[in-house]
C-alpha cells in the first residue's frame, strides 16, 4: 500500500460509452508467445493496484508458471507516470468505515499471495520500475528476479506516513538490504532513485527510459527471450548518482538501535545535517506505525523466507484494522490532502509496549504462506 494520485473514473465524454480497457493488460508477444506480458492499466492512478488486478496478476502467473512455452514475463505500467503508486487505499479506508474490514483483510491476504508467488516465479520475472513504484508497487516488482530501473525511478515505502507498516513483503526487503539501510528507508518513508534502489537491493539494473523499447523489442525478436535477457548489456549505462552509497557510514551507526526513540536520539545529537533531518521526518510519521515497523524488521531478519514476513505482514495488516490511526493516515493524505494526521498516541514516547505486542501476537486465521512451503518442500 502507499498514498497515490486520486483515481479518476473512466469517461469517455461526449463520444458515445465504451466499455473500459481492462485493469491489467495480459497477452503474450514474441515467437510463439513465448513473452508473457503484463501491463497495470490504470493510468490516471497511477496503476494503484485493486482487488481485481490482483486477481488477474495472480491467475496469468499460474498459467504461465506452468506453460513451457512462455520462457520470461515482463510487468510494467501503462502511462507516463509510473509502474505503480501503491495499493487502493481509498478502498482499504472506505471498507472500514462501512463495518466491513473483512474485505480490507481479504485483498492483503490476495496480495501477499501474490507476492510470494513473483518470489518463486520459476522464470525470468522482469519488473521495469520506470516513474513511480512505491508500496504495493515494490510487491509487484521488487520480489522478482530481474528489476529494471530508470532515470526516472522514484522508490518508496511509505506506510509509516499513513498509519500502516511496510508491507508486501517490504519487511523481508528492507531487512535483508546492506547494513541499516533499509531501516532508515522504513522509518523515514525516504523516496529513491534509481542508483539508491541497487545499492539498497530493491533493483538490479539501470537502463535509461528511451532504451526500454529496445530491451522489449531483443525479447520479443528472441527464440528465447529468458536467453536474451541474459545476454543483455546492462553494463553500458551508469545511474545517476544517489546518496546512499556515501550515506551509509552514518546510516549503520544511528539506526542500529532496537527502539525508535533510541535512534530518533541519536539521528537528533548528530552533527551530520541529514541525519537531523531525519529525525524531524520520522517525527512527522505514525508512533505506533513507527514502533511495530521498527520490531518488524528486526523480526524479518532472522527469518527464512519471504513467505514468513508475508504472515507477520498479515498478522500486523489485521490488528491496524482495528486502530484509528490507519483511517487517519488515509484521511490526510488523499482524502482532505490536509498532511494533518491525528495520530493515537501522538507522540513516540506515548506508545505502550504492551499495545505493540498485540500486533504480533498469533492471528486466527493466519495467512499460512510458510507453513504451505514447509508442506510442499516435504513432498
Not at 508491507?167 to 523516496?191: I, Q
Not at 551507526?253 to 539521528?267: F, H, N, P, Q, S
Not at 523466507?305 to 498479515?314: H, I, K, P, T
Request: with cysteine; hydrophobic share 45%.
Amino acid at each position: 500500500m502507499s498514498p497515490h494520485a486520486a483515481d479518476v473514473p473512466y469517461r469517455t465524454g461526449s463520444a458515445p460509452e465504451t466499455a473500459p480497457e481492462p485493469e491489467v493488460l495480459v497477452r503474450r508477444e514474441g515467437r510463439d508467445g513465448r513473452l508473457g506480458r503484463l501491463t497495470l492499466n490504470r493510468p490516471r492512478a497511477i496503476n494503484a493496484l485493486t482487488s481485481a488486478m490482483v486477481g488477474l496478476l495472480d491467475a496469468a502467473l499460474r498459467d504461465w508458471a506452468d506453460d513451457p512455452t512462455v520462457t520470461a514475463v515482463v510487468i510494467d505500467g501503462a502511462g507516463e507516470r509510473g509502474l505503480c503508486a501503491g495499493g487502493d487505499i481509498r478502498a482499504i479506508r472506505e471498507a472500514v468505515l462501512a463495518g466491513t474490514p473483512e474485505r480490507a483483510l481479504a485483498f492483503w491476504a490476495d496480495e501477499y499471495r501474490l507476492n510470494a508467488r513473483i518470489g518463486r516465479f520459476p522464470k525470468p520475472y522482469i519488473a521495469i520500475m520506470d516513474g513511480i513504484v512505491m508500496g504495493g508497487g515494490i510487491g509487484v516488482s521488487a520480489h522478482g528476479g530481474v528489476r529494471i530501473v530508470t532515470e526516472r525511478s522514484v522508490l518508496s515505502m511509505p506506510e509509516v506516513g499513513i498509519g500502516f507498516i511496510p508491507d508486501v513483503g517490504g519487511t523481508w526487503l528492507l531487512s535483508h538490504a546492506p547494513g541499516e539501510l533499509g531501516t532508515h528507508l522504513a522509518l523515514t518513508a525516504a523516496r529513491i532513485g534509481a542508483a539508491d534502489a541497487i545499492t539498497a537491493g530493491l533493483a538490479d539494473h539501470y537502463l535509461p527510459a528511451d532504451r526500454i523499447p529496445d530491451l522489449l523489442d531483443t525479447l520479443r525478436r528472441a527464440a528465447d527471450p529468458a536467453a536474451a535477457l541474459a545476454a543483455f548489456d546492462f553494463t553500458a549505462h551508469a545511474p545517476p548518482p544517489g546518496r546512499l552509497t556515501a550515506d551509509r557510514a552514518w546510516i549503520d551507526e544511528l539506526y542500529r538501535g532496537d527502539k525508535v526513540t533510541e535512534i530518533v536520539t541519536a539521528l537528533a545529537a548528530s552533527p551530520v545535517p541529514a541525519a537531523g533531518a531525519d529525525a524531524a521526518e520520522i517525527g512527522s510519521k505514525c508512533p505506533t506505525s513507527l514502533a511495530v515497523t521498527l520490531r518488524a524488521l528486526r523480526a524479518a531478519r532472522s527469518m527464512t523466507s519471504l513467505e514468513a514476513a508475508l504472515d507477520q505482514e498479515y498478522r500486523l495488516a489485521r490488528t491496524t484494522l482495528a486502530t484509528g490511526d490507519l483511517v487517519a493516515g488515509i484521511r490526510a493524505a488523499v482524502v482532505d490532502k490536509d498532511r494533518n494526521p491525528r495520530w493515537s498516541p501522538a507522540r513516540l514516547d506515548e506508545v505502550d509496549p504492551a499495545e505493540v505486542d498485540r500486533f504480533f501476537a498469533p492471528a486466527d486465521p493466519d495467512l499460512g504462506l510458510a507453513a504451505a512451503l514447509t508442506a510442499a518442500s516435504d513432498h
